[in-house]
Nanobody, 123 residues
Framework: VQLQASGGGWVQPGGSLRLSCKAS????????MNWVRQAPGKELERVSG????????YYRQSVKGRFTISRDNAENSLYLEMDSLEPEDTALYYC?????????????????WGQGIQVTVSS
């Protein structure tokens, strides 16, 4: 299993960034996928999740209306479009796979992670 994330970087408040994650080594369509983040000194938190068929999405309250998760099952890829970025969004962002039996009614669970991608929002 490999999750190769890309994107991120530095942006001023109010700016936009797009994260991408290319999956390989497993059947992408069988798994719920997530973007999670960890800021310095803070706990890991799920930012967004999307179900197998891209029919249902989840967003933590602080990013609703600003972030958009999507997936392209034909390309085995996961995306996170981040708009109106705030300094509080500064963190390491990870593409993460939930276990195959995961239901979106369950608390967040992950079994594989990509490498962290730094997102820095500052003026």
């Amino acid at each position: 299993v490999q999750l190769q994330a890309s994107g991120g970087g530095w942006v001023q408040p109010g700016g936009s960034l797009r994260l991408s994650c290319k999956a390989s080594g497993f059947t992408f369509t069988e798994y719920f996928m997530n973007w999670v983040r960890q800021a310095p000194g803070k706990e890991l938190e799920r930012v967004s999740g999307v179900d197998r068929g891209a029919l249902e999405t989840y967003y933590r309250q602080s990013v609703k209306g600003r972030f958009t998760i999507s997936r392209d099952n034909a390309e085995n890829s996961l995306y996170l479009e981040m708009d109106s970025l705030e300094p509080e969004d500064t963190a390491l962002y990870y593409c993460a796979r939930s276990p195959r039996d995961y239901s979106d009614r369950d608390p967040p669970r992950y079994d594989y992670w990509g490498q962290g991608i730094q997102v820095t929002v500052s003026s």
